[in-house]
């Protein structure tokens, strides 16, 4: 079992920056690798970026490729998004995911383990 609690959203206008954190604690934090995820009012949860637990092979959602970073710290179970040049379009319940293994799923499904999620308001 895993924990997974997100923190760091809030309201931002356009253009601004949030850094987001989802810190894992229950089983070692690298056998997993994590995701972020985000879910709009009346959409669909979709895939945001992925890492797997060396730190290695970031694969990206479109729409957020060259905004986004995912990064993490093995010592502190912790994962970041750091989200640059914020869009409306990015207004979201952001989710942390953890999956077992070390494949990088862009599914929701694939992942076993989700946090209760983060708002995040982008104003225009």
């Known amino acids: 079992q895993v924990q997974l609690v997100e923190s760091g959203g809030g309201l931002v206008q356009a253009g601004g920056s949030l850094r987001l954190s989802c810190a894992a604690s229950g089983r070692t934090f690298s056998d997993y690798v994590m995701a972020w995820f985000r879910q709009a009012p009346g959409k669909e949860r979709e895939f945001v970026a992925v890492i797997r637990s060396s730190g290695d092979n970031t694969p990206y959602a479109d729409s957020v490729k060259g905004r986004f970073t995912i990064s993490k710290d093995n010592a502190r179970n912790t994962v970041y998004l750091q989200m640059n040049s914020l869009k409306p379009e990015d207004t979201a319940v952001y989710y942390c995911?953890?999956?077992?293994?070390?494949?990088?799923?862009?599914?929701?499904?694939?992942?076993?383990?989700w946090g209760q999620g983060t708002q995040v308001t982008v104003s225009s």
């Open positions: 995911a953890a999956s077992v293994g070390r494949l990088l799923f862009i599914t929701p499904s694939r992942y076993d383990y």
